[in-house]
């Protein structure tokens, strides 16, 4: 089982509605959970970090975690264009522990 | 300008050569990373390190090697060991714990 996975896609979604990205893990003592997004050619950029149960709102942007379910999520409100991009979900494991693990991605595309 | 440096940007390795990549950070931060990416896949974990002086083998260090003799720079050689070196390595740091990691711009390495 891999550490982290994530459906390769790829997601097509209409502009202005909502993409959801999903991912899960597998060591269950995981503390820290991120989603990169990632363009085509260029190095990822941290989107959001969650660290508890629930979620977590940025803008267009909530992170949903569900420990118990070893389930991480990536909502995308009001989707445009420029949200067509790889989207990356990685995971820490126990504190003391700084390996950063990724799933292989999930590509979005947004259509106009 | 805090952040992370990576070079060069692009780099070329005749083969049976070793090459090494450059990562400078002036965050302060205490862990280093080293992933490789190829073309329409994820992040793989090459190395990381938590302190100066100490590393720790990813998923795929076979032919890869690292120092961390100083807290802000982590280069990785790549070595002739290496059969298919040819990918996108980026170089991430972050604050030990719970810190998300940042990534510098990467270096595409090619193989002639």
């Known amino acids: 089982q891999k550490e982290v996975e994530q459906n390769s896609g790829p997601l097509s979604v209409p502009e202005g509605a909502i993409a959801s990205l999903n991912c899960t893990y597998s060591?269950?003592?995981?503390?820290?959970f991120f989603w990169y997004r990632q363009y085509s050619g260029k190095s990822p950029e941290l989107i959001m970090s969650i660290y508890s149960n629930g979620d977590k709102e940025d803008g267009r942007f909530t992170a949903q975690l569900n420990k118990a379910s070893q389930y991480v999520s990536l909502l995308i409100r009001d989707s445009q264009p420029s949200d067509s991009a790889t989207y990356l979900c990685?995971?820490?494991?126990?504190?003391?522990?700084?390996?950063?693990?990724f799933g292989t991605g999930t590509r979005l595309t947004i259509i106009p | 300008d805090g952040g992370i440096t990576q070079s060069p940007k692009y780099l070329f390795r005749k083969e049976g050569q070793n090459v090494t990549l450059s990562c400078e950070q002036n965050?302060?931060?205490?862990?280093m990373y080293w992933y490789r990416q190829d073309p329409g896949q994820g992040l793989r974990l090459i190395y990381y390190?938590?302190?100066?002086?100490?590393?720790q083998k990813g998923d795929i260090a076979e032919g890869y090697s690292v120092s961390r003799e100083k807290k802000e720079s982590f280069p990785l050689t790549v070595t002739s060991a290496q059969k298919n070196p040819t990918a996108f390595y980026l170089c991430?740091?972050?604050?030990?714990?719970?810190?998300?990691?940042?990534f510098g711009q990467g270096t595409r390495l090619t193989v002639v």
């Open positions: 965050l302060n931060h205490d862990a």
């Open positions: 991430a740091s972050s604050m030990k714990r719970v810190s998300e990691a940042f």
């Open positions: 390190s938590q302190i100066v002086n100490d590393f």
């Open positions: 060591d269950r003592v995981s503390q820290s």
């Open positions: 990685a995971v820490k494991p126990n504190f003391g522990n700084e390996k950063l693990t």
